[in-house]
């Protein structure tokens, strides 16, 4: 199973962590001060697995974001990359041509949909138009709440005034 | 007034900060940030605390962000994450559950609140919310929560929302793992779903049916044929990866069952595409079906494309694949050693080391001595962190099973020394280590052990490397074991005196006066049996001497009235190890020696090498070294410094005057000074053997001790010393820079800094830069089951032509093989009769007994029948199923028919052979199950000792009946698959 999914700028700044199994924060952070000093200093061309305490992280960088996933020593490695790919095809049809501010300012989103791609640190979905189908049906009950709140809240402030 | 209530809260919802606001504020604070966070979170603790749901959830928004990426604590806000999980709108809802499942575990305390909310949305008709409280649950599932909410999970195993139904699935596992009795109610639905005709269920249920075999394999052989079916029929590579992992570690546990899935496993890895399922096939064919030699030898194949392929990915899990393949089948490494060697030297890394384990593999007792070498001069030229990984390796491997393939005790240890010298070398330890054990277990090796240890100490220029001090250490204590080897033992005083030496830190100075004490016991003690020989022998000869020597006499007892000045100019004479032309000199005269006295074991010294003289140097040069060390601070070196300046004040006024005395009276008498040193040679000359590792153990413990049995409280004390963590990963050192990186960083901090809209132009020219790690621009819209195109597969021009030297140069060596290399018969290894050698337990599959395992056990035993009714129910119309059906029919006379004849030939008679082969297999697992009955007995009482817990107790009785159901239940298993 996947134990946490990282993302991490070329600067070593954090945009995304998700974890499955338990860490507690003093864990996590170390966790990405290990990962992050082993991950960026790697090369390009360069295998994009990496050993790390009993456990492997996939990574792979794509922009200038990297995107780790942390798996048991049996998992398939190959399979990891192709979740990461997926995830990155989802999250570029999303946003329409994914860059890293996309995440910096939606970060919540960039929740959502991995909440749909994995769960409980296995893949749910292995098709990006459900996933984004999915997404864009949460989010059109979102919007529907927002227009309504708005509108009371545009009522209530001009009584107000 | 609820008017004042509201305005406030509208006033707080118009001026709050979105989360907008706090990401771009965030973002132009590049120094102040901790005291913006800090105000931001002042405010965040302010608007969570409103009565408006929007503001409260965007707070709780803001918090949740600064929680995940700047991981502040929000566990404060754990009741304020309750109430908007609680909200009636979705989207704060949504906002809360996010937040709970970022922030809470087992021992938040208001987890006790949210069991109905989570039941409330687990049974919501709103799908999304269904979705949002499976997902919380899968991260935060307590026992408690666990077993609060199984039926609504059961309820969700079935229903009709594929959306739903595949979360429900995935969660189920926690649920199982926090609260086993859950198996109990879900069990049944979970296996119902594996005949599902949807792609995503299949894959989820298979998933989790996948980690639960992961922890108890053996439970899961009675749904053998359900996955047997979905490995022959199911396209999805998601699914058929899992279900190749199910079956890896089934195999172990059923021998039949390896000999049906064998070959849809080779189809599978001849016919797919994906590098991933090739990959798995690849794996679980060397992991668990190693003994079918057809499909070991297409999996060989293919890993060969593997490490032939420009992808490095492709090239590691090669690698790996090789590695462990190759316990069973070294002949696959053998047939690709040439690549195996030509990437000990690519740039990654991760690849080097793991063509180094295999290059290891290769390694016997025949081409030790070549790849070693090889091995060395390689590391010679690697960087520091890979050369030491390279040295650890060989000395791992050459020691392994008391140095099992050495033959050539001699050159190993000169192989130690020369590893020594290797600059980067951080081996410190281990060749101490085994420089010492060698020693002792290999008497033969001693004189050429001496030798190395000479030529380490002699070298001044080693002292200053603080890696090496552990070799030194033993080293010196080689030499002062092992003196009677010596050709020169003065020669070794001097080294261990040096001035240099004061660079040792104080232990490793301590083993070397410890051993110059050695090393002038033993001159004294040699001196006198030779002057005691010539005075018996010829008398004469030592008259002669006499004047002389109380000439000498006369001039030591002046030297002890001013003991800095006279020795001080023997010093000057050349004992200062830095005086080059000396220490050529005495080396010239060790050689010399080594011509003239040839081959003899025994000490050979040149008869004038112990004079009166050269002892009262010696001697000299002993205290003048030591006796600032009687100032030292350290408790070992000012002890070992005191035993040694003490005893030549014991000696020191007799040696002389006995000697005097012989030569004056020839009636030995005996003296005292003499004595000393007979005995204290003696006790030296006492030879050290190894120590068993259980040698503790024998020792009976006195009677009348006390050993504290619990040493819980040892924790507490212990609490501030933490043990630094070992990071296993030993090659992320920053030497691997990068270097596309670094010209493009300022650009990367200017994107940072500017506003989304401005960042276009600046990302399209980072897309040129880096069109390397970004998405093509034409989708590819294949399904992604095709493994993703790797990094720009540019074929690498060789960089160094070294590489093919070696590998030609290894190649050779690998090639001869069976090198007459016994011309020399390998010595005698001290071996102890237990604790050296290493235990190799046969890998018997352990079937670890969790109650999860037990429940399942307990379920699918007993509900046997039904997988039997559900299978011959024709309620499922999927025509998929049928057809599975029909070939598990087939199957059946087909294995049968394999059973019979084909797997043993030798036997006459096929009929009675299947039978035997039939009572067999049952028998053993009527014994197994009775095993784990016993195991499962002693778990549930220590469960009930142990834990206070009400639950556990309540279930103990039940738990430790259960196996005995087990047991009545085995023989009705069926025969899977026959």
């Known amino acids: 199973m996947i134990h946490f999914v990282l993302l991490i700028s070329r600067q070593g700044k954090v945009r995304l962590t998700k974890w499955y199994s338990p860490y507690t924060q003093k864990e996590r952070t170390k966790v990405l001060r290990e990962l992050s000093g082993v991950i960026l200093t790697r090369g390009p061309k360069l295998c994009n697995f990496v050993e790390w305490r009993g456990y492997k992280v996939v990574y792979k960088r794509y922009a200038s974001l990297y995107f780790c996933m942390c798996i048991d020593e049996e998992d398939n490695e190959l399979e990891i990359l192709e979740i990461i790919h997926h995830y990155v095809e989802i999250l570029d049809r999303y946003f329409g041509s994914v860059c890293e501010l996309d995440l910096i300012f939606n970060f919540h989103k960039a929740y959502y949909i991995l909440d749909e791609l994995l769960i409980a640190g296995e893949l749910q979905e292995s098709s990006k138009k459900t996933v984004a189908r999915l997404i864009a049906a949460q989010d059109s009950l979102v919007e529907a709440a927002k227009e309504q709140r708005s509108s009371i809240s545009n009522i209530i402030a001009q009584a107000t005034k | 007034m609820a008017g004042g209530v509201s305005s406030s809260s509208i006033m707080e919802t118009l001026f709050q900060r979105t989360l907008e606001d706090l ?30 749901p929007h503001t409260k959830s965007t707070a709780l928004q803001k918090l949740s962000y600064l929680a995940s990426l700047h991981f502040h604590d929000m566990s404060w806000a754990a009741f304020h994450v309750v109430e908007v999980m609680s909200s009636s709108r979705f989207s704060h809802k949504r906002i809360g559950y996010h937040a709970a499942s970022l922030s809470f575990h087992d021992d938040t305390p208001v987890l006790l609140l949210i069991t109905n909310q989570l039941r409330k949305d687990l049974a919501s008709t709103n799908e999304f919310e269904v979705s949002l409280a499976l997902e919380c649950l899968s991260r935060i599932s307590t026992p408690d929560l666990a077993r609060d909410l199984t039926p609504e999970i059961f309820t969700l195993l079935s229903t009709t929302k594929i959306f739903v139904r595949k979360k429900a699935i995935s969660v189920v596992l926690r649920v199982f793992a926090k609260y086993p009795d859950a198996v109990r109610l879900c069990f049944k639905r979970l296996v119902e779903n594996l005949d599902s005709s949807d792609p995503q269920i299949l894959a989820a249920v298979v998933g989790v049916f996948c980690e639960l075999a992961s922890q108890d394999p053996g439970s899961y052989l009675p749904l053998a044929p359900e996955f047997y079916r979905i490995l022959v029929d199911s396209k999805n590579n998601w699914v058929l990866i899992k279900v190749l992992k199910i079956f890896a570690k089934l195999a172990p546990f059923e021998p039949r069952l390896a000999k049906r899935v064998v070959e849809p496993i080779c189809d599978h890895m001849r016919r797919t595409g994906a590098k991933s399922l090739m990959f798995e096939c690849i794996r679980t064919v060397i992991s668990s079906f190693s003994e079918y030699e057809s499909a070991v030898k297409l999996a060989v194949v293919k890993i060969r494309e593997l490490l032939v392929d420009d992808d490095p990915n492709l090239k590691y899990l090669g690698l790996q694949a090789l590695s462990v393949i190759a316990p069973k089948h070294l002949w696959a490494v053998l047939e690709n050693k040439e690549v195996v060697i030509k990437w000990l030297s690519d740039e990654d890394p991760n690849i080097k080391l793991e063509s180094l384990r295999l290059v290891m593999a290769m390694v016997s007792e025949s081409n030790v001595v070549e790849i070693s070498r090889v091995l060395v001069n390689y590391s010679l030229k690697s960087d520091p962190g890979f050369c030491n990984e390279i040295l650890g390796s060989i000395l791992c491997t050459c020691s392994r099973n008391v140095y099992e393939i050495i033959v050539d005790f001699d050159w190993y240890v000169s192989l130690l020394g020369e590893m020594s010298r290797i600059p980067h070398c951080q081996k410190g330890d281990e060749i101490e280590n085994q420089l010492i054990d060698l020693g002792m277990r290999v008497k033969d090796v001693r004189p050429e052990l001496l030798r190395v240890a000479r030529g380490l100490l002699i070298d001044p220029a080693l002292l200053g490397n603080p890696f090496l001090h552990r070799i030194l250490a033993a080293a ?486 259960a196996p005995l159901n087990v047991v009545s239940q085995t023989p009705v298993i069926p025969d899977f698959l026959l």
């Open chain 2, 476 to 961: 010196a204590w080689v030499s002062g074991e092992y003196v009677e080897f010596s050709r020169n033992p003065f020669e070794l005083m001097e080294a261990l005196l040096q001035p240099r030496t004061s660079l040792l830190p104080p232990s490793v100075r301590a083993v070397y006066i410890h051993s110059a004490f050695k090393v002038l016991i033993f001159c004294l003690h040699s001196y006198i049996l030779q002057s005691e020989s010539i005075t018996s022998s010829f008398p004469d000869n030592l008259v002669l001497g006499v004047s002389e020597l109380v000439l000498k006499k006369n001039m030591l007892e002046g030297s002890e009235l001013t003991t800095c000045e006279a020795p001080s100019a023997h010093r000057s004479e050349g004992f200062n190890p830095r005086n080059q032309s000396y220490e050529d000199l005495s080396i010239k005269n060790g050689g010399d020696r080594t011509i003239n006295h040839g081959q003899t074991s025994t000490p050979a010294f040149s008869e004038n090498i112990f004079t009166y003289d050269s002892i009262i140097n010696l001697i000299n040069q002993v205290e003048l070294a030591l006796g600032p060390l009687t100032g030292s601070h350290d408790a070992e070196v000012f002890e070992r410094t005191r035993h040694i300046l003490c005893f030549i004040e014991l000696i020191k006024g007799e040696i002389t005057e006995c000697l005097v005395q012989k030569g004056k009276t020839l009636e030995s008498e005996e003296m005292k000074a003499s004595k000393i040193i007979k005995l204290i040679s003696d006790a030296f000359s006492e030879e050290l053997g190894p120590v068993s590792v259980s040698a503790q153990q024998r020792v009976p413990i006195p009677e009348g001790l006390l050993l504290k049995e619990n040493l819980d409280d040892l924790e507490t004390i212990c609490a501030d010393f933490q043990v630094p963590e070992s990071n296993l990963f030993s090659l992320g050192s920053p030497y691997y820079g990068e270097e596309v990186g670094v010209s493009s960083f300022g650009l990367q901090d200017k994107e940072e800094s500017e506003p989304s809209n401005e960042a276009t132009s600046l990302l399209t020219e980072h897309r040129k830069l880096h069109g390397l790690y970004y998405l093509a621009s034409e989708k590819n819209e294949i399904v992604g089951n095709d493994y993703p195109p790797a990094n720009e597969p540019k074929l690498q021009v060789n960089p160094n032509n070294d590489t093919e030297d070696l590998v030609k140069l290894t190649v050779q060596s690998l090639a001869t093989n069976k090198k007459p290399n016994h011309a020399k018969t390998r010595p005698v290894v001290v071996k102890l009769d237990e604790g050296d050698l290493v235990t190799v337990t046969a890998k018997r599959p352990e079937t670890k007994d969790d109650l999860v395992s037990g429940a399942v056990r307990e379920v699918l035993l007993g509900s046997d029948t039904r997988t039997a009714t559900s299978q011959s129910n024709p309620s499922d119309k999927s025509s998929s199923k049928r057809k599975g059906k029909e070939k598990i029919n087939v199957d059946r006379s087909e294995l049968k028919e394999n059973l019979g004849d084909s797997e043993k030939p030798k036997h006459e008679n096929p009929s009675s052979r299947k039978n035997k082969h039939r009572i067999s297999g049952k028998e053993r697992r009527h014994k197994s199950a009775g095993k784990i009955g016993e195991e499962r007995e002693e778990n549930g009482q220590k469960g009930m000792q142990k834990s206070s817990h009400r639950h556990a107790r309540h279930k103990a009785p039940h738990r430790s009946d």
């Open chain 2, 23 to 52: 990401i771009k504020g965030l973002r132009l604070q590049l120094i102040g940030e901790s005291a913006f966070v800090s105000k931001a979170i002042e405010e965040i603790r302010r608007e969570v605390k409103s009565t408006d």
